[in-house]
Protein backbone atom coordinates (compact mmCIF):
# COMPACT_ATOMS: atom_id res chain seq x y z
CA UNK A 1 0.00 0.00 0.00
CA UNK A 2 2.62 2.17 0.86
CA UNK A 3 4.56 1.52 -2.54
CA UNK A 4 1.32 2.56 -4.34
CA UNK A 5 1.36 5.66 -2.46
CA UNK A 6 4.86 6.80 -3.75
CA UNK A 7 4.29 4.97 -7.06
CA UNK A 8 3.11 8.45 -8.29
CA UNK A 9 6.64 10.49 -7.46
CA UNK A 10 8.35 7.75 -9.82
CA UNK A 11 9.96 8.71 -13.68
CA UNK A 12 7.24 6.96 -16.08
CA UNK A 13 9.32 4.95 -18.95
CA UNK A 14 8.19 3.89 -22.16
CA UNK A 15 10.24 1.05 -24.09
CA UNK A 16 12.57 1.65 -21.40
CA UNK A 17 12.96 5.16 -21.93
CA UNK A 18 12.69 7.80 -19.12
CA UNK A 19 9.96 10.52 -19.93
CA UNK A 20 10.93 13.06 -17.42
CA UNK A 21 12.46 15.14 -20.17
CA UNK A 22 9.24 15.11 -22.20
CA UNK A 23 7.33 16.24 -18.92
CA UNK A 24 9.70 19.01 -18.69
CA UNK A 25 8.96 19.75 -22.00
CA UNK A 26 5.87 19.35 -22.49
CA UNK A 27 4.36 22.73 -20.71
CA UNK A 28 6.35 24.73 -22.76
CA UNK A 29 4.20 23.68 -25.55
CA UNK A 30 0.94 24.64 -24.36
CA UNK A 31 2.19 27.95 -24.46
CA UNK A 32 1.20 30.10 -27.44
CA UNK A 33 4.49 31.15 -29.54
CA UNK A 34 4.75 35.24 -29.94
CA UNK A 35 4.14 36.58 -33.12
CA UNK A 36 3.75 39.65 -35.21
CA UNK A 37 0.17 40.58 -35.41
CA UNK A 38 -0.89 43.72 -34.09
CA UNK A 39 -4.26 42.18 -32.30
CA UNK A 40 -3.57 38.84 -30.83
CA UNK A 41 -5.86 36.42 -29.16
CA UNK A 42 -7.55 35.97 -25.39
CA UNK A 43 -4.87 33.56 -24.48
CA UNK A 44 -1.58 35.40 -25.94
CA UNK A 45 -3.00 38.64 -24.55
CA UNK A 46 -3.14 37.11 -21.37
CA UNK A 47 -0.22 35.20 -21.70
CA UNK A 48 1.59 39.05 -22.03
CA UNK A 49 0.10 40.47 -19.11
CA UNK A 50 1.04 37.82 -16.64
CA UNK A 51 4.45 37.80 -18.23
CA UNK A 52 4.53 41.29 -17.78
CA UNK A 53 3.34 41.06 -13.94
CA UNK A 54 5.52 38.41 -12.77
CA UNK A 55 8.93 40.43 -14.18
CA UNK A 56 7.76 43.46 -12.69
CA UNK A 57 7.39 41.98 -9.33
CA UNK A 58 10.59 40.28 -9.67
CA UNK A 59 12.83 42.96 -10.60
CA UNK A 60 11.40 45.75 -8.50
CA UNK A 61 13.77 44.96 -5.29
CA UNK A 62 16.56 44.73 -8.06
CA UNK A 63 18.72 47.49 -9.80
CA UNK A 64 19.72 48.12 -13.05
CA UNK A 65 22.13 45.69 -12.93
CA UNK A 66 20.06 42.72 -11.72
CA UNK A 67 17.67 43.24 -14.91
CA UNK A 68 19.75 40.97 -16.99
CA UNK A 69 18.66 38.16 -14.90
CA UNK A 70 15.01 38.88 -15.91
CA UNK A 71 14.43 36.88 -19.05
CA UNK A 72 16.38 33.52 -17.02
CA UNK A 73 13.97 33.67 -13.69
CA UNK A 74 10.62 34.62 -15.62
CA UNK A 75 11.71 31.56 -17.41
CA UNK A 76 12.03 29.95 -14.57
CA UNK A 77 9.24 31.15 -13.21
CA UNK A 78 7.04 30.11 -16.10
CA UNK A 79 8.19 26.74 -15.89
CA UNK A 80 7.83 25.96 -12.27
CA UNK A 81 4.53 27.10 -12.77
CA UNK A 82 3.22 25.11 -15.57
CA UNK A 83 4.77 22.22 -14.23
CA UNK A 84 3.19 22.31 -10.89
CA UNK A 85 0.09 23.22 -11.99
CA UNK A 86 0.29 20.36 -14.78
CA UNK A 87 1.11 17.93 -12.32
CA UNK A 88 -2.23 18.34 -10.18
CA UNK A 89 -4.07 16.99 -12.94
CA UNK A 90 -4.88 12.74 -13.00
CA UNK A 91 -2.61 10.65 -14.61
CA UNK A 92 0.32 12.79 -15.23
CA UNK A 93 4.06 13.17 -13.42
CA UNK A 94 5.34 16.19 -11.75
CA UNK A 95 8.87 16.23 -11.75
CA UNK A 96 9.06 19.15 -9.27
CA UNK A 97 8.39 16.75 -6.34
CA UNK A 98 11.90 15.43 -7.59
CA UNK A 99 14.39 16.46 -5.12
CA UNK A 100 17.44 15.79 -8.00
CA UNK A 101 15.79 18.12 -10.08
CA UNK A 102 14.89 21.13 -7.69
CA UNK A 103 18.48 21.07 -6.58
CA UNK A 104 19.77 21.05 -9.68
CA UNK A 105 18.15 24.64 -9.94
CA UNK A 106 18.73 25.76 -6.95
CA UNK A 107 22.37 25.29 -6.68
CA UNK A 108 23.69 26.55 -9.73
CA UNK A 109 21.55 29.39 -9.52
CA UNK A 110 22.32 30.75 -6.13
CA UNK A 111 25.91 29.63 -6.79
CA UNK A 112 25.40 32.52 -9.72
CA UNK A 113 24.39 34.83 -7.71
CA UNK A 114 27.22 34.09 -4.82
CA UNK A 115 30.05 34.26 -7.22
CA UNK A 116 28.56 37.35 -8.90
CA UNK A 117 28.78 39.28 -5.63
CA UNK A 118 32.02 37.76 -4.72
CA UNK A 119 32.87 39.24 -8.31
CA UNK A 120 31.95 42.94 -8.46
CA UNK A 121 31.66 43.55 -4.14
CA UNK A 122 33.59 41.10 -2.79
CA UNK A 123 34.12 43.67 0.55
CA UNK A 124 30.13 44.00 0.66
CA UNK A 125 29.67 39.93 0.13
CA UNK A 126 31.75 38.79 2.53
CA UNK A 127 31.04 41.82 5.26
CA UNK A 128 27.77 40.02 5.10
CA UNK A 129 29.23 37.31 7.31
CA UNK A 130 29.75 39.46 10.02
CA UNK A 131 27.29 41.95 11.09
CA UNK A 132 28.46 45.31 12.46
CA UNK A 133 29.09 46.10 15.84
CA UNK A 134 29.75 42.40 16.66
CA UNK A 135 31.23 41.46 20.00
CA UNK A 136 34.81 40.35 19.47
CA UNK A 137 34.37 36.97 21.82
CA UNK A 138 31.23 36.15 19.29
CA UNK A 139 33.09 36.88 16.24
CA UNK A 140 34.24 33.04 15.31
CA UNK A 141 30.96 31.90 16.53
CA UNK A 142 28.77 33.94 14.37
CA UNK A 143 31.12 33.55 11.11
CA UNK A 144 30.27 30.05 11.71
CA UNK A 145 26.62 30.51 11.78
CA UNK A 146 26.34 32.63 8.98
CA UNK A 147 28.63 30.69 6.45
CA UNK A 148 26.20 27.39 7.95
CA UNK A 149 23.45 29.18 6.89
CA UNK A 150 24.79 30.74 3.12
CA UNK A 151 25.36 27.30 2.47
CA UNK A 152 22.21 25.96 3.92
CA UNK A 153 20.02 28.16 0.98
CA UNK A 154 19.99 26.10 -1.96
CA UNK A 155 18.61 22.64 -0.01
CA UNK A 156 16.53 24.96 1.88
CA UNK A 157 15.23 25.88 -1.70
CA UNK A 158 15.18 22.59 -2.97
CA UNK A 159 13.49 21.18 0.03
CA UNK A 160 10.65 23.67 0.63
CA UNK A 161 9.36 22.99 -3.32
CA UNK A 162 10.00 19.40 -3.00
CA UNK A 163 8.13 18.71 0.51
CA UNK A 164 5.20 20.85 -0.32
CA UNK A 165 4.49 19.70 -3.38
CA UNK A 166 5.07 15.57 -2.33
CA UNK A 167 2.53 16.33 0.65
CA UNK A 168 -0.09 17.96 -1.22
CA UNK A 169 -0.04 14.69 -3.61
CA UNK A 170 -0.03 12.42 -0.98
CA UNK A 171 -2.68 14.62 0.67
CA UNK A 172 -4.87 14.26 -1.73
CA UNK A 173 -3.98 10.39 -2.99
CA UNK A 174 -4.86 9.42 1.00
CA UNK A 175 -8.40 11.38 1.01
CA UNK A 176 -9.48 10.72 -2.29
CA UNK A 177 -9.02 6.79 -1.34
CA UNK A 178 -10.94 6.72 1.73
CA UNK A 179 -14.04 8.65 -0.28
CA UNK A 180 -13.84 5.70 -2.69
CA UNK A 181 -13.59 3.39 0.02
CA UNK A 182 -16.37 4.72 2.26
CA UNK A 183 -19.07 5.29 -0.68
CA UNK A 184 -20.56 1.74 -1.05
CA UNK A 185 -20.75 1.80 3.24
CA UNK A 186 -21.40 4.89 4.24
CA UNK A 187 -21.93 7.75 1.58
CA UNK A 188 -22.67 10.28 3.53
CA UNK A 189 -19.69 10.52 4.93
CA UNK A 190 -18.35 9.93 1.78
CA UNK A 191 -19.53 12.86 0.02
CA UNK A 192 -18.20 15.27 3.30
CA UNK A 193 -14.96 13.55 2.85
CA UNK A 194 -15.23 14.43 -0.91
CA UNK A 195 -16.15 18.15 -0.28
CA UNK A 196 -12.81 18.13 1.65
CA UNK A 197 -11.04 16.92 -1.11
CA UNK A 198 -11.95 19.67 -3.56
CA UNK A 199 -11.23 22.01 -0.69
CA UNK A 200 -7.57 20.22 -0.50
CA UNK A 201 -7.39 20.11 -4.50
CA UNK A 202 -8.08 23.82 -4.69
CA UNK A 203 -5.51 24.44 -1.74
CA UNK A 204 -3.16 22.57 -3.87
CA UNK A 205 -3.19 24.92 -6.64
CA UNK A 206 -2.53 27.89 -4.57
CA UNK A 207 0.28 26.16 -3.14
CA UNK A 208 1.25 25.03 -6.84
CA UNK A 209 1.85 28.82 -7.75
CA UNK A 210 2.93 29.90 -4.49
CA UNK A 211 5.50 27.71 -4.54
CA UNK A 212 7.01 28.51 -8.01
CA UNK A 213 6.55 32.21 -7.15
CA UNK A 214 8.79 31.99 -3.65
CA UNK A 215 11.33 29.74 -5.04
CA UNK A 216 12.25 32.71 -8.07
CA UNK A 217 11.63 35.84 -5.35
CA UNK A 218 14.13 33.66 -3.03
CA UNK A 219 16.68 33.81 -5.70
CA UNK A 220 15.92 37.22 -6.89
CA UNK A 221 16.98 38.31 -2.97
CA UNK A 222 19.87 36.35 -3.11
CA UNK A 223 20.80 38.46 -6.09
CA UNK A 224 19.28 41.48 -4.78
CA UNK A 225 21.98 41.05 -1.83
CA UNK A 226 25.18 40.86 -4.33
CA UNK A 227 24.51 43.59 -6.59
Do not use: C
Not at 93 to 101: A, C, G, I, K
Not at 114 to 131: D, I, K, W, Y
Not at 136 to 164: F, Q
Not at 166 to 173: E, K, R, W
Request: glycine share 4%; aromatic share 6%.
Amino acid sequence: MNLSFFDQFSSPYLLGIPLILLSLLFPALLLPSPNNRWVNNRLSTLQSWLLHLITKQLMIPLNKTGHKWALMLTSLMMMLLTINLLGLLPYTFTPTTQLSMNMALAFPLWLATLLTGLRNQPSTSLGHLLPEGTPTPLIPALIIIETTSLLIRPLALGVRLTANLTAGHLLIQLISTATTALLPMMPTVSILTALVLLMLTILEVAVAMIQAYVFVLLLSLYLQENI
